[in-house]
C-alpha cells in the first residue's frame, strides 16, 4: 500500500569557499527519507540571500569554473561601484548573482532520488570569500515504495 508523505528538514550544509560547488550527494545524505518514496517532488530552498542554487553539468568542473569566472565578470567585486557596500566588496555583487541565479530548484523524485539528467547535478554557488555554512529547506512530498509498484 502507498502512503502520501510530506517530510520538511532543514539541514546546514558544511562551509565552502567562494566557488561553484556539487552539492547533490550532501542534499541527499541531509534527506535520508528520499530513499523511502517511489515518485514525488523535493523543493529546496537556499535561506540566505548570497549565495545561490543551480541544477547544471556534474562532471566537468571546468563548467563550474567558467560559469563563476563569467558571474565574477557581470557583477565584479567592488566597494565604489555600488552603494551597499557595508560586509564588503563582494557582498552587493553577491546579491546581484544570487538574483540572476536564484535560491530553489523544486526537483522530481523516483525510486528514493532525486531523478536528474545523465550529466545533471546540483550546485551551491557560493558568491562570498567567506560565506560560512549554509542552511537550506527541503520539503518532501511524494509516494511512499512498496513491495510492487502500482498498488
Known sequence: MHETIWIQKEIVL??????????????????????????GL??????????ALALNESVEPEVREDLERFLDRLAPDSRSLYTHAYEGPDDMPAHIKSVIIGAQLTLPVSHGAFKLGTWQGV?????????G???????????????????
Open 14 to 39: 558544511r562551509p565552502r569557499s567562494r566557488g561553484i560547488h556539487l552539492i547533490t550527494g550532501e542534499l541527499a545524505a541531509g534527506l535520508p527519507e528520499i530513499a523511502t518514496i517511489e515518485r
Open 133 to 151: 555554512s549554509r542552511r537550506v529547506l527541503l520539503t518532501l512530498n511524494g509516494i511512499t515504495r512498496s513491495e510492487r509498484f502500482g498498488d
Open 123 to 131: 550546485y551551491l554557488c557560493e558568491f562570498r570569500t567567506r560565506g
Open 42 to 51: 523535493i523543493h529546496i530552498l537556499l535561506l540566505h540571500t548570497s549565495a
